[in-house]
């Protein structure tokens, strides 16, 4: 471990609860190899090494600290040999701030034809060719190695969440193994690994994960394999079971979560990291977010409509165009609408991190939540 | 017309022949409402109100100082009262700098089915609906004056460049009388209004059509039906006949040119203006231009190439990106591919055409041409 890569609690709530939850929410400090991630925060997903529409420049103008990046999709095509000759993923698409790359293991039981699970790995086919690849522990580091990601996560079994028990511990048991494997071999200084809780919906089974997977000195821990299908009331009860079992002075990471609603229920449970596809996907689809709540801006019933999108909003899009303008740009297809509406769905998922830390360190989280959620839930001025 | 509204040639290069052409080239200054063009100028075209793939912000980067938009799109969508319903085309498409829209005249004859081709107007079905519209030069001087551009072009009957000559001299008296009618109604003060001067590919009627559009003092004076499928050595050759019977005194526009080898004969011919859809559209389409060439950067033999896609080239693409990257985005069907690409496309005219109007200053216009071209037919360091 470099003396640059570490994690620090900056600011602790004081226990009030915050929306039936104990207020375990904190700011922190996250020394990373390409630099220092102010927690909690938000993640932007770069699948297929870019923040879909959105170019570096504009990430660093709405205040992106650190983005997510995808083995998987990056193993496949252009492949990870192609990644480390151009030096690593940051130099490979101009990203000169962290980055994290998940393992594949998401990807590998979601996205491609399943061959063959045993202790040593996964056997799987290509969802784009067909053609047959092997996941191993240990191969997954090689390639985050290879990508040179600041945080690497380890390779894990994802069980479908309603999967019986006795499937699901079986699944628990094999990812301690291939997590234990991963560590081992892992040497890249100037890369941090986080460990991946799973367990599904079980708090018993959470419980277990968590202890097993913490006993190995990872840099952080990820919750895996929640809000995949599961009532939100669920995922928050299975999230406040694992978290309780989680060490205090490592970061946590909610894997794939990105609601306004779990943002500020995992943070309240002292969540410091999240990120998912939504916003970026929600706006390639004209689903913006604003502070009264969410809108389909390709709805004929804004084609005239001279107002900012979000007057609460400082981002380019919400500086400079109407709502009606975006209407014509989403009714006729045009890429800078998918654009302009990505840059505000990020800037806005951001701008709410930023004011959440500062609501934490001025000890009023969740009054700011309160505040939040009333407009958020409002639809005030969207017609 | 005000004050601020006027053409003054700045240079005229000494009479050297260039590419054998008598080396007409000039710079000059076109004030306009929004600000003032340095000419010669290339205009990217917006045709949807947008420049396709690109923010005002990075046309403002890449030195974009003046763009095109098609009157025929806006009037079907959102539709002309729309937009003056948000203080014209700057406000709604949030561009401040000049902009000069078409009269739809082309688009009428080339993109709609015709029903009716009367002394009077034109009557045609929408391409988007079936729904039936009626353009006469009156109404399409209202539809520009809601628009607000600073450069307005009058209503012309585009008749096909391989129609029989008593065709084409049919449609030039009709052209005439249109012109005669919309300089007549239009009232705007801080507009431009330029004539078209058609004819097809006969210098005769060339000549015949310049004589009678001239006779109406119309700020600028367009060349219109060029580049249509003819061959080039023909396209030049009309030009040069045509440029011939044009005041000098006033700005000359090429429509719809846009090849870096018409740009330049155009230029030798005294041409100030030129716009064309290519380089936005074979961004999207992967063809980019460098100062070696044209490449196509899909191929697969860009797959690891740590080049910058022109070294020549100082824009955002060239100084942060390698063709390997760019071969991956436009691979994956990447939007950001697309974006980088168009930013890219329209730099390189605009550079082209800053450089074009430094060598006029310098009298060195020819040798800058020749050194152009030379590299640009090279190949060189493409693979």
Redesign the interface.
């Known amino acids: 471990m470099t003396p640059n890569k570490g994690f620090s609690v900056q600011v602790k709530a004081a226990q009030e609860k915050t929306g039936g939850l104990i207020n375990g929410s904190r700011t922190g400090l996250l020394r990373l190899a390409h630099g220092v991630v102010e927690t909690p925060i938000f993640m932007p997903v770069g699948t297929?090494?870019?923040v879909?529409?959105?170019?570096?420049?504009q990430l660093k103008e709405i205040g992106t600290q650190i983005l997510l990046s995808n083995t998987f999709h990056l193993y496949l095509?252009?492949g990870y040999e192609?990644i480390r000759?151009?030096g690593g993923l940051h130099s490979?698409?101009?990203w000169d701030r962290p980055i994290l790359t998940d393992s594949g293991g998401f990807q590998v039981f979601s996205l491609s034809r399943l061959n063959k699970i045993t202790d040593e790995g996964v056997v799987f086919r290509s969802p784009l060719d067909g053609s047959e690849h092997y996941f191993t522990p240990e191969l997954t580091v090689e390639i985050q190695e290879a990508l040179g990601s600041d945080i690497a996560m380890v390779f894990d079994e994802c069980a479908p969440h309603d999967a019986p028990e006795s499937y699901i511990r079986q699944a628990l048991k094999r990812t301690y193994e291939w997590a234990k494997r991963f560590h081992a071999v892992h040497s890249r200084e100037d890369q941090m690994v986080f460990g991946i809780v799973q367990g599904g919906v079980s708090p018993i089974l959470r419980r277990e994960s968590a202890e097993q997977i913490t006993s190995i000195p990872f840099d952080g821990y990820a919750i895996g394999g929640l809000s995949v299908g599961e009532p939100e009331s669920v995922t928050i009860e299975v999230l406040e079971a694992t978290c309780a079992w989680l060490p205090e002075h490592k970061p946590r990471y909610l894997m794939g979560v990105g609601t306004p609603e779990l943002i500020f229920a995992g943070v309240a449970l002292g969540v410091d990291m999240f990120d998912c596809v939504l916003p970026t996907r929600s706006a390639r689809h004209a689903t913006l977010y604003t502070s009264s709540g969410k809108v389909h801006i390709k709805a004929a019933k804004y084609?005239?409509n001279?107002e900012p999108l979000d007057d609460q909003c400082d981002c380019?899009t919400c500086r400079?165009?109407?709502r009606?303008?975006l209407q014509?740009?989403y009714?006729?297809g045009?890429?800078?609408g998918?654009?302009?509406g990505s840059l505000h769905n990020i800037r806005f998922l951001t701008a709410m991190m930023e004011k959440i830390r500062v609501s934490i360190r001025e000890n009023r989280f969740d009054a700011y939540r309160k505040a939040f959620f009333d407009r958020y839930h409002s639809q005030i001025g969207l017609g």
Chains 1, 2 share one sequence.
């Open positions: 297929q090494a870019t879909k529409c959105l170019l570096p420049e095509r252009p192609d000759y151009y490979f698409m101009g084609k005239r001279r380019y400079h165009f109407s009606g303008y014509h740009l009714a006729r045009e890429v800078a998918m654009v302009l």
